[in-house]
Structures are given as structure tokens and as C-alpha cells.
């Protein structure tokens, strides 16, 4: 089944929400875990005993694994693995993009079904050119995997670059978005090529239906709130997947209370706004 059509079928069942996980320093540490590699492995069990076949998608940020080297990057592929498969699906957040022959390693390590690190869809960056994202789009085909371009991101510093004027006039994210919608065009029910568009942008001008998702990060620690999520995707709510990480994580580690949070944020989404 296509990822388009698996991530809306994965909504309906559990809901909008994504939890990314961050194994963040203070976090190990809060969780009586300690910032070790044992830590980060604990950590990280526990996230899957809580989101695994809970939640809709559960978002492993990888470089908060690749600071513990080798060993560090073992857990985020165990994490994978443990999670793929089981109802939730795994958007590994590694903002990857290079050059078109280094880009296709990536898409090869990220997103081959036979790959030790596959994951169901991946996060990366266009701005070595649109066209270098080809052998991502190429092997999420191939694989029924998903693509998550950086459009229109929730960090104060975007706006700089993703808002200057290329030379026909569009904004640099207008100008990523309409070749999303153009490479989704006509797939039912969704295409599988997604923009990151974050919760914190405020309101935007751009067209932000692209007949794919929309990964939104940016609500909850980073303020953005259910009015905002109103605001800026009114029109196009059924394609947004809602991403937060310390929002739910500061529940931890009890599993139960985790799962709680996960719980109270897809209904918080789904009663208030979606
Ligand atoms: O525009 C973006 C793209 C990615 N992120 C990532 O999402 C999480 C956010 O974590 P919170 O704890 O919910 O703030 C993190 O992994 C970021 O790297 C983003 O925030 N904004």
C-alpha cells in the first residue's frame, strides 16, 4: 500500500498526532536514566512500549542518538525496527540532502526496504537544489516510503531563507511547495511527498495543498497552539499530522503516563481542531 495511503489510514485509526522521540540530555537525566548510552537505550525501550501500534506516527530524531557514536546510532536502529510494523509509522527526522550520487546512498540507507535503517518515510532538506531530492522520491516509490521536504520550518531562523524571492517571483518555500504539488498531482488518495511545515510560522500566504502531508512540527514546546494549527491549516487539516516531542515526553517514563499524554493530545487535536 502507498504511503499516502497508509499515513491516512494510520490518521484515521489513531488520530493526527505524532511523537517525536528526542532523547534530549535533561530528559535522560529527568527520567533517572542519566545521559549515557545505557540511558539513551532505556529510553528509548520505553518509548516504543509506550507508542508502538498507539499513535499514528512516532518521529526518532536522529541525532540525538548519533551523539553517542556507533553505539548510539545501534539503538536508533533497534528503535526502528522495534516500532516499524506494528501500526505506527516511522518518520525518521535526519534532514538529509547532498548532492544527487550521495543523495541516492541516503535514500538507499533510509528508505530500501532492505536496508538495516529503513524507516517508512524520512525527513530532508532541499536547498542543494529540488532536483537533488530525486533518488528520495525514486526509492519512496519503489519502497511505498514517504518524503518530507523542509518547506516552511518552525524555527525563528526560516524565514530568512525560506521566504526570499527566487527569480520567478515565488518564495523559496512557494517555489518547494508547488513541486511537491506538482510530483503528487493526481495520486489518490494522497501522494506520498510530504513538506515540514511548522506550527509556529504564524499565517502564510502559501498554497499549502500539495495532495500530500504536511509534517507539522513546532506545537507544544515550541508554542505552538491549537488556534495556530487552526490559523494556518484550516484548509487542508486532513492532511496534517501534528509533531511534538518534549510535549509528550515530559510525561515520562511511566508508560502509562506517557500513552496518557500521547491519548490527551490526539483528542485535544481531534475534539478542538481537526
Ligand atoms: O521545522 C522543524 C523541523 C523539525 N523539527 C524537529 O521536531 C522536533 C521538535 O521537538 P519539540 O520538543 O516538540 O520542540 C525536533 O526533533 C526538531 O528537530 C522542528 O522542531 N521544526
Known sequence: MSFGSRALAAMQAYGPACVGIDPHPELLEEWGLGDTVDGL??????????????????KPQ??????????????????????????????????????????????????????????DAITVSPYLGFGTLAPFFAAAEQNDAGVFVLALTSNPEAPQVQHALTGTGDTVAGSILAQLRAANAGIEPMGPLGAVVGATIGQTP?????????????????????????????????????????????????????????QRLNDDLVGSWS
Open 41 to 58: 537505550e532505556r529510553f528509548a525501550a520505553a518509548c516504543v512500549e509506550a507508542f508502538a501500534g498507539q499513535v499514528a506516527f512516532v
Open 62 to 119: 536522529s541525532a540525538f542518538f548519533e551523539r553517542f557514536g556507533a553505539r548510539g546510532v545501534a539503538v536508533l536502529e533497534r528503535t526502528i525496527a522495534d516500532l516499524r510494523h506494528t501500526g505506527s509509522l516511522v518518520i525518521l527526522d535526519a534532514k538529509r540532502g547532498d548532492i544527487g550520487s550521495t543523495a541516492a546512498a541516503y535514500a538507499t540507507a533510509y528508505l530500501d526496504d532492505d536496508a538495516p535503517m529503513a524507516a
Open 206 to 262: 502559501e498554497d499549502l495543498d500539495i495532495n500530500g502531508p504536511l509534517l507539522v512540527p513546532g506545537y507544544g514546546a515550541q508554542g505552538g497552539t491549537l488556534a495556530d494549527l487552526g490559523r494556518i491549516f484550516g484548509d487542508v487539516r486532513e492532511s496534517v499530522i501534528v509533531s511534538t516531542s518534549r510535549g509528550v515526553l515530559s510525561a515520562g517514563p511511566d508508560v502509562a503516563a506517557l500513552r496518557e499524554s500521547v
